[in-house]
């Protein structure tokens, strides 16, 4: 699965935002993410155009931000609402 459709279903299914990150800071992504009322912000990396980990980075009420966990892709089976797994 392509990462930014991966992004998308993530979102969809926590309810939460979805925004490519392009070129922006972590600083401004947190930015936007403190705007919203988001206390975490997923990150999916990719290796080979394929994502393989998401990396959490925890949001805090001053502004700052902080990294948290790290999982590889392996360990999730994630369901569409609309498709079943992916």
């Known amino acids: 699965m392509e990462t930014r459709k991966l992004c998308k279903v993530l979102a969809q299914n926590s309810g939460s935002a979805f ?3 392009g070129k922006k800071t972590v600083a401004q992504l ?3 993410a403190r705007r919203k009322g988001e ?3 997923m990150v999916v990396e ?3 155009g394929k994502p393989c980990r998401i990396a959490v980075i925890e949001v805090l009420e ?3 931000w ?3 966990n ?3 892709l392996n360990s999730y089976e994630i369901k569409s609402k609309a498709k ?3």
Do not use: D, N, P
Request: charged share 30%.
């Open 19 to 21: 925004v490519a990150r």
């Open 70 to 72: 790290e999982e590889g």
């Open 62 to 64: 001053t502004g700052a």
């Open 84 to 86: 079943g797994s992916l």
């Open 46 to 48: 990719e290796k080979s």
């Open 66 to 68: 902080k990294w948290g």
């Open 39 to 41: 206390q975490r912000i």
């Open 30 to 32: 947190v930015a936007f």
